[in-house]
């Protein structure tokens, strides 16, 4: 399976950072912030997911963020892969991004941030298997995205809930095979890990397209995954 890098060392800057969010999801609150010389947006989990976290999941708030980092550093990872067999194929012009992901940390505390996106923000499928926008070309995109990954890992993962502005993608989930708190890659990842049921829902409504054939995909029969 495909290996990606852990995370840098931090350097000490100046964040502005809105004490207002400007966007609020099932999850998290999205605020403005300007470091860097540029503007991202910072993800801070609400107070139900805090909830979960702690009393469901009994981690730490630091812990979730690493988790929901590692989920976006994968999926870059794995959309590189992607982009190469794009390449081969002489797709080029299809080829995505991941927001790269930082860790801010104000004294103890830590978020999740990453560069700011203008444009049109779509959502093209989510972790439970829906499908939105799943006729356009970027729609298409992602779905053979996600088949992809779950083919080059061989089925132990698999990104989703893909969303973004073109084809510059952000907040992406990853489902594992296995979901025991004692499995390695369980561990690693985020709280929209829904394991095999949700590779599952996600087979159940993806139509192979074109571009999966082209990649060589193999069609996924629920039954057999």
């Known amino acids: 399976m495909a290996d990606f890098p852990e995370f840098r060392p931090a350097i000490k800057t100046r964040v502005t950072f809105a004490p207002s969010p400007f966007a609020e999801g099932s999850m998290r609150l999205a605020h403005y912030a300007f470091f860097h010389d540029r503007y991202y947006v910072i993800k801070c989990f609400n107070d139900d997911t805090q ?109 989703v809930d893909i969303q973004g502005v073109g084809l510059h993608f952000t907040d992406a989930q990853v489902h594992t095979r296995c979901i025991a708190r004692t499995d390695e890659l369980f561990k690693r990842f985020g709280m929209g890990n829904m394991g095999k049921y949700g590779m599952t829902k996600f087979f159940r409504t993806h139509k192979c397209n074109s571009l999966c054939q082209v990649l060589g995909l193999t069609p996924r029969d629920v039954a057999g995954l």
């Open 51 to 159: 909830d979960f976290i702690q009393n469901a999941l009994q981690t730490t708030y630091a812990q979730a963020v690493l988790k929901d980092i590692r989920c976006q550093m994968f999926a870059i990872t794995l959309a590189n892969i992607f982009n190469g067999r794009l390449s081969q194929v002489d797709k080029q012009e299809w080829q995505i991004k991941y927001a790269v992901p930082s860790l801010v940390a104000f004294g103890r505390e830590m978020e999740y941030a990453e560069p700011y996106m203008a444009g049109d923000y779509v959502r093209y499928n989510d972790n439970n298997g829906n499908v939105q926008n799943g006729d356009t070309t970027e729609g298409k995109i992602a779905a053979s995205f996600c088949h992809f990954t779950y083919e080059e890992t061989n089925g132990r993962a698999m990104v």
